[in-house]
């Protein structure tokens, strides 16, 4: 059985960094891609970064230049360092497979509370 689990989250003032972790058991998922999604109540979620399976980085661009994605394979781990936290950055954070290769793979989420 797969299972995804998040770390990491918390609560921070603008301007900090987090950094979230995923260990991912049962399957490395490696070929699906794996990405950081964020959600905020009322909305949908939202990909925030993406690691595909040839490690091909890519980001929402309202995170550019602050958010680094980045996985261990030896730990079959996913992680997000978040730098220069915003309050718009506030949300909860999933780590999950691209769901456009490999649909319904997701953690249970850790939320990220930044405050001005």
């Known amino acids: 059985q797969v299972q995804l689990v998040e770390s990491g989250g918390g609560s921070v003032q603008a301007g900090g960094s987090l950094k979230l972790s995923c260990v991912v058991t049962?399957?490395?998922?490696?070929?699906?891609?794996m990405a950081w999604y964020r959600q905020t109540p009322g909305k949908g979620r939202e990909l925030v970064a993406l690691?595909?399976?040839?490690?091909?980085?890519s980001y929402v661009d309202s995170v550019k230049g602050r958010f680094t994605i980045s996985r261990d394979d030896a730990k079959n781990t996913l992680y997000l360092q978040m730098t220069n936290l915003t309050v718009e950055d506030t949300a909860m954070y999933y780590c999950g497979t691209y769901q456009i290769v490999c649909l319904g793979y997701w953690g249970q989420g850790t939320q990220v509370t930044v405050s001005s």
């Open positions: 049962g399957d490395n998922l490696r070929y699906c891609g």
């Open positions: 690691i595909d399976g040839d490690d091909v980085i």
